[in-house]
């Protein structure tokens, strides 16, 4: 039976660098003398150490998905990849649904469910440049949709806080992609997916190319470039809806497009004339008569129930469209036997497109929206067509209800980045210490760029003077005077310098004493801005976004490991980081991990996690938009007045309105500032767990996990603020009891026989920021099971399952000042998530299957959603432990054959039950489509 220590060569195979060691580009080569090495055990660096070791199962534990793993699941992205992970939140940001995202075009992971800023994700042992947009305008993080797969030799997930190591953002765990090494020879590869069951759902390509040379250990040298090209083919909405399953229609009969009408807008091409006769109109019997009609030139099979109607669904993306070409390469140079060069460069331009609901026309539709330059709100009011418009039949102004239809793929939403990295380094061995230095460069560039919105001035100038043609076909460039591009811009910038070393001190009974220290500078910014049109207040409904920020990042660490004997290993890591204004930051961890004989080992850590407020948080400028509410302080006094001025004339009855919205649902401008005296979010967090090896190619894993997670970065929501508006002064801005107030109070006074007043001014504005003020509290249980068996003639077989079991999940409740009940048994909080992997190879051949479980959930998204799912469960006739999600099980199968000269193809195919979506008795999570899927893929070596 091996010892504990070497686990199982197989794994420790797995188990190569990160980074760039001279000892491990010989070891991780492609095409190096791995039967003279095989059984020689190397030390090697892993994910939440910087210490190298031969053991790869440390204190903390750490997930290893290899690239064979990675090709037998068919994961064709990065986001595919992690998805194999359960600790992975499938939830999390994503590009799918980025055109209501303040960062769209891009893909976030998060790590138990802690959030996207919560987890670090690494290339090679060193960060990567955060996303250009910050999401919700706060989060940073790293936009995953960056990272070519094809030059992914495996991803190293760390499931514990690493802030000790790495420093900011590690409190739910580390992703640590790292990519090939010593790759030669051409390789180009390629695939094809889509559904089995309809044309368009699930179509994407993939193409790549490697080009590499030099043997680093023949030649002292190697270089390498990587890049994937990868196109996602949308769908509509409309296509979706002639597909969904009878379910979902019943809830949503608007998307049952076998009822007719139901789904079809009377805005449509070329319109409905509405509105009203005037009072005093020449004909009687027409007078204030309701005109609601379709425009000439409409299609008589588009005319139901009287109204010219338009699919509006055609032209609005379920599915958006994505194309990226991402470029990796690296290379390493032996100087002389102490010291190896090295440089990797990283190139990515990636867009999403989502095509929306064409623009319209809503005559007497107001709009209203904040101008954060001015400070004021700004109203706007759609145009009628005045008489003696050419479109107008009648002799007085008649309102229309229209769609722009003239060119409908102008309507649409591009989100997307252009990044770069560029990191050079020297590692070498000097004076017994071995060490490592690099410095990087690495830049962001976000845009958001969008066709839908008007241009106050020259849209109605279109429509009034007649310029714009009502049903034909206008000039693009007219089109595009009236909506004009609009969006945002955004940078993420970061240099660096870093430098590490680490020697041994000692001998001590299970090996030498190791210290290691290090150190880096880097120097960080951010800058998010909205196109000038929408910061002058001229895009109709739109405030805008100004955020700018930079700062300086100090960072000292420290790890000592001691083998104490050969059971007992403890290990100590301590790191000071100063960020920008912030306050130095102490992080320390502990572990230990003690072998009880050559079958188990258990092992512990305790550390505390660490998050820097973001640029975005503590930056300049702000973010602002318009909202409405009632006022706690004033809407009982405008129902009340509003209540006696209904008992009067018809100016009183008018005046009753003007009341009754200056307090009750009053519109009014939020605006979000950053805090410069903002404190890290800290964590707390604890490992327990035990790893067995009761055979020899037998492993199993159990570890129990918590993390308490404090301070909070956030905002008070608005009516905590307005209810609270005493107690936080300065955050409500009022205006003071004006001339009009007291004037309707006097009327509804004199009406209702008894004083009325206002007791205070309208609201004007809420003055937020960000705030320390939250908490969260997440454990649960980790486990996993790995086996293989050799069947000599007849082949090997592995199998594995890997889960999370959730124990606890509580978020703050601001107002109890408290952890809430739990969420776990949610809807998006389920309590078992699990992968089962089986693979048999012979020869040329492999074939492999994948199913993921997930559990049980209420229907509910939390406990703060008591009733809005209710009324659907009620629908359909589902009560009591009836009106559950139902547990959700998938399983996807692969082969491939690589018997041909330099060649290998496969196909995988997912869902291969075609299991339906579990059915939901409520709505929100998105159209109920998955199929069977396809993805046929090749490679070719030369």
């Given at each position: 039976m091996n010892k504990l220590p070497q686990l199982k060569k197989m794994t420790l195979a797995i188990a190569l660098c990160i980074g760039t060691s001279p000892s491990v580009f010989a070891q991780t080569a492609d095409n190096t003398d791995k039967d003279a090495k095989k059984d020689v055990p190397q030390r090697v660096v892993v994910t939440g150490s910087n210490i190298k070791r031969i053991d790869v199962e440390t204190a903390a534990p750490l997930q290893i998905i290899s690239r064979k793993e990675i090709q037998q699941s068919g994961a064709i992205t990065a986001k595919d990849i992690l998805e194999l992970t359960t600790s992975n939140d499938r939830s999390a940001l994503s590009?799918?649904?980025?055109?209501?995202?303040?960062?769209?075009?891009?893909?976030?992971?998060?790590?138990?469910?802690?959030?996207?800023?919560?987890?670090?994700?690494?290339?090679?042992?060193?960060?990567?440049?955060?996303?250009?947009?910050?999401?919700?305008?706060?989060?940073?993080?790293?936009?995953?949709?960056?990272?070519?797969?094809?030059?992914?030799?495996?991803?190293?997930?760390?499931?514990?806080?690493?802030?000790?190591?790495?420093?900011?953002?590690?409190?739910?765990?580390?992703?640590?992609?790292?990519?090939?090494?010593?790759?030669?020879?051409?390789?180009?590869?390629?695939?094809?997916?889509?559904?089995?069951?309809?044309?368009?759902?699930?179509?994407?390509?993939?193409?790549?190319?490697?080009?590499?040379?030099?043997?680093?250990?023949?030649?002292?040298?190697?270089?390498?470039?990587?890049?994937?090209?990868?196109?996602?083919?949308?769908?509509?909405?409309?296509?979706?809806?002639?597909?969904?399953?009878?379910?979902?229609?019943?809830?949503?009969?608007?998307?049952?497009?076998?009822?007719?009408?139901?789904?079809?807008?009377?805005?449509?091409?070329?319109?409905?004339?509405?509105?009203?006769?005037?009072?005093?109109?020449?004909?009687?019997?027409?007078a204030g008569k309701l005109i609601n009609t379709p425009a000439p030139g409409c299609a008589a099979n588009n005319i139901v129930d009287g109204l010219c109607r338009f699919n509006g669904n055609e032209n609005v993306d379920q599915m958006p469209g994505a194309d990226r070409v991402l470029i990796h390469s690296q290379g390493t140079l032996r100087i002389n036997e102490n010291l190896t060069g090295w440089a990797e460069i990283q190139l990515a331009n990636v867009q999403s497109t989502y095509h929306t609901a064409i623009a319209r026309l809503n005559s007497g539709a107001a709009s209203s929206w904040y101008d954060s330059i001015k400070g004021e709100m700004q109203y706007y009011t759609d145009p009628s067509l005045p008489a003696g418009h050419a479109f107008n039949p009648y002799s007085f102004p008649i309102g229309m209800q229209y769609r722009f239809a003239d060119n409908p793929d102008m309507f649409k939403n591009v989100g997307g980045s252009q990044q770069y990295r560029v990191v050079t380094g020297l590692q070498g061995s000097n004076f017994g210490w071995e060490w490592d230095t690099s410095v990087g460069t690495m830049l962001n560039r976000a845009h958001q760029r969008q066709q839908l919105y008007k241009d106050r001035y020259a849209f109605a100038d279109a429509i009034t003077s007649g310029e714009y043609k009502f049903g034909q076909k206008n000039s693009q460039a007219l089109l595009d005077r009236m909506f004009p591009v609009m969006g945002s811009d955004g940078k993420s910038t970061e240099s660096w310098i870093d430098l590490k070393g680490n020697r041994e001190l000692m001998e001590l009974g299970g090996g030498p004493l190791t210290l290691v220290l290090g150190g880096d500078i880097r120097r960080e910014?951010?800058?998010?801005?909205?196109?000038?049109?929408?910061?002058?207040?001229?895009?109709?409904?739109?405030?805008?976004?100004?955020?700018?920020?930079?700062?300086?990042?100090?960072?000292?660490?420290?790890?000592?490991?001691?083998?104490?004997?050969?059971?007992?290993?403890?290990?100590?890591?301590?790191?000071?980081?100063?960020?920008?204004?912030?306050?130095?930051?102490?992080?320390?961890?502990?572990?230990?991990?003690?072998?009880?004989?050559?079958?188990?080992?258990l092992r512990a850590s305790a550390s505390r996690g660490y998050r820097a407020p973001s640029l975005p948080e503590t930056g300049n400028g702000g973010v602002s938009w318009f909202t409405s509410g009632d006022d706690p302080k004033r809407c009982a006094d405008a129902d009340a007045i509003y209540e006696a001025l209904q008992k009067g004339n018809a100016t009183d009855k008018q005046n009753a309105e003007t009341a009754y919205y200056s307090g009750c649902n009053v519109g009014f401008p939020v605006a979000i500032t950053p805090n410069k005296n903002l404190q890290p979010e800290r964590s707390a967090v604890y490992g327990l767990g035990v790893v067995l090896q009761p055979t020899k190619t037998m492993s199993l894993t159990f570890d129990w996990w918590s993390v308490h997670r404090r301070n909070e970065i956030s905002t008070f929501d608005n009516d905590y603020i307005l209810n609270r508006e005493d107690?936080?002064?300065?955050?409500?801005?009022?205006?003071?009891?004006?001339?009009?107030?007291?004037?309707?109070?006097?009327?509804?006074?004199?009406?209702?026989?008894?004083?009325?007043?206002?007791?205070?001014?309208?609201?004007?504005?809420?003055?937020?920021?960000?705030?320390?003020?939250?908490?969260?509290?997440?454990?649960?249980?980790?486990?996993?099971?790995?086996?293989?068996?050799?069947?000599?003639?007849?082949?090997?077989?592995?199998?594995?399952?890997?889960?999370?079991?959730?124990?606890?999940?509580?978020?703050?409740?601001?107002?109890?000042?408290?952890?809430?009940?739990?969420?776990?048994?949610?809807?998006?909080?389920?309590?078992?998530?699990?992968?089962?992997?089986?693979?048999?190879?012979?020869?040329?051949?492999?074939?492999?299957?994948?199913?993921?479980?997930?559990?049980?959930?209420?229907?509910?998204?939390?406990?703060?959603?008591?009733?809005?799912?209710?009324?659907?469960?009620?629908?359909?006739?589902?009560?009591?432990?009836?009106?559950?999600?139902?547990?959700?099980i998938v399983t996807g199968a692969g082969m491939s054959y690589s018997g041909f000269k330099n060649a290998e193809l496969g196909l995988d195919i997912g869902n291969i039950f075609n299991r339906p979506d579990p059915v939901l008795y409520t709505l929100g999570s998105g159209l109920p489509l998955r199929g069977r899927t396809f993805n046929v893929w090749g490679r070719y070596k030369f």
């Open positions: 590009d799918l649904g980025g055109s209501n995202s303040w960062a769209s075009g891009s893909s976030g992971a998060s790590l138990r469910n802690l959030g996207v800023n919560s987890t670090l994700v690494l290339i090679n042992g060193r960060r990567l440049p955060n996303y250009g947009f910050a999401d919700g305008t706060k989060d940073t993080f790293v936009n995953i949709d960056s990272i070519p797969a094809s030059a992914v030799d495996r991803v190293e997930i760390l499931r514990d806080g690493a802030s000790a190591i790495y420093g900011s953002a590690a409190i739910g765990g580390v992703i640590n992609i790292i990519t090939r090494k010593n790759v030669t020879g051409v390789e180009i590869g390629g695939n094809f997916s889509g559904s089995t069951e309809e044309t368009k759902f699930n179509r994407n390509q993939t193409a790549s190319i490697t080009v590499g040379m030099g043997e680093f250990a023949k030649d002292g040298y190697n270089a390498y470039i990587s890049m994937d090209v990868f196109r996602r083919n949308s769908y509509s909405l409309d296509y979706a809806n002639l597909r969904l399953p009878d379910w979902y229609k019943t809830l949503n009969k608007f998307n049952d497009p076998n009822v007719p009408g139901n789904y079809l807008s009377s805005y449509s091409w070329p319109g409905n004339y509405y509105g009203r006769y005037p009072a005093n109109y020449a004909d009687p019997k027409l910014s951010l800058l998010h801005k909205s196109m000038d049109n929408i910061l002058a207040a001229q895009i109709v409904g739109f405030s805008g976004v100004s955020i700018s920020g930079n700062r300086n990042v100090y960072a000292a660490f420290a790890e000592l490991d001691a083998p104490v004997s050969k059971r007992l290993n403890l290990n100590f890591a301590l790191r000071a980081d100063k960020s920008g204004p912030t306050a130095t930051e102490f992080i320390p961890k502990s572990s230990a991990s003690f072998n009880v004989n050559d079958s188990v080992k107690s936080i002064p300065g955050q409500v801005i009022r205006d003071t009891i004006s001339d009009k107030d007291k004037e309707l109070a006097a009327r509804a006074s004199e009406l209702a026989g008894t004083p009325l007043s206002f007791k205070t001014g309208k609201i004007l504005g809420i003055r937020n920021m960000y705030v320390n003020m939250g908490q969260t509290k997440v454990s649960g249980l980790d486990f996993s099971v790995k086996d293989s068996w050799n069947f000599g003639e007849y082949g090997k077989l592995n199998a594995g399952i890997e889960g999370t079991y959730m124990l606890n999940m509580q978020w703050f409740d601001i107002d109890k000042g408290q952890l809430d009940d739990g969420q776990v048994g949610y809807r998006n909080y389920p309590r078992l998530t699990s992968n089962f992997m089986l693979s048999w190879s012979k020869g040329p051949w492999s074939v492999s299957s994948r199913t993921r479980f997930v559990s049980a959930t209420r229907m509910a998204f939390s406990t703060y959603d008591t009733t809005n799912y209710q009324q659907y469960c009620d629908k359909l006739g589902a009560t009591g432990e009836g009106c559950k999600k139902s547990y959700d």
